[in-house]
């Protein structure tokens, strides 16, 4: 009962700062949401690594296929799954992962969703000198943010999650 009362509500609320938008007034929450937003820091990166494995991958199968087109076989397949590969370079290029920190929680973008841990959830962050490693409490799992694979600014991250660690007494680990 109560997720769906919080889906009508926010359902009615856009509707509301729909039409506010059009009249030209601020929307509904205008001032709470500013402040969440001042709250927050969002560090981006650049996926390269991924985008190029798969441009490669591309060129690979266009080169056979052109050697294969001579044979006349299967050439409509071939051009279907370069254009393919080439649209999903694109599309992971331009997608930029990023890390989202306010004032409790973290969240980033894993496998196609958005994912957020609760600063209870954290057992320690670990700042080093190229990366930085958030750990889950008694789990083995970690997100792992990386200046040489995804092109973040781990110093300025790692400036914000120490003011965030200290603010939710989370242990930070400098390497």
Not at 28 to 33: G, R
Not at 91 to 112: A, D, G, H, M, Q
Not at 165 to 172: D, F, P, T
């Amino acid at each position: 009962m109560a997720r769906s009362w919080e889906r009508m509500v926010q359902r009615n609320t856009q509707q509301v700062n729909k039409q506010r938008k059009k009249q030209g007034k601020d929307s509904i929450y205008a001032s709470s949401s500013k402040s969440a937003a001042k709250n927050s820091d969002i560090f981006k990166g650049r996926n390269i690594a991924f985008p190029v494995v798969l441009m490669l991958l591309g060129i690979m199968f266009w080169v056979v296929g052109s050697i294969d087109e001579a044979r006349g076989s299967g050439i409509l397949a071939n051009w279907l799954g370069v254009v393919l590969y080439f649209a999903l370079a694109a599309l992971l290029f331009f997608r930029r992962p990023y890390l989202k920190v306010e004032r409790n929680r973290v969240s980033t973008i894993k496998y196609n969703r958005e994912r957020w841990l609760q600063a209870g959830d954290i057992e320690k962050i670990t700042l080093s000198r190229g990366v930085v490693v958030l750990k889950y409490k008694g789990k083995r799992k970690q997100w792992i943010f990386s200046k040489l694979i995804n092109r973040y600014n781990t110093e300025a991250m790692g400036v914000r999650l120490e003011e965030f660690g200290k603010a939710n007494n989370i242990e930070v680990v400098h390497e």
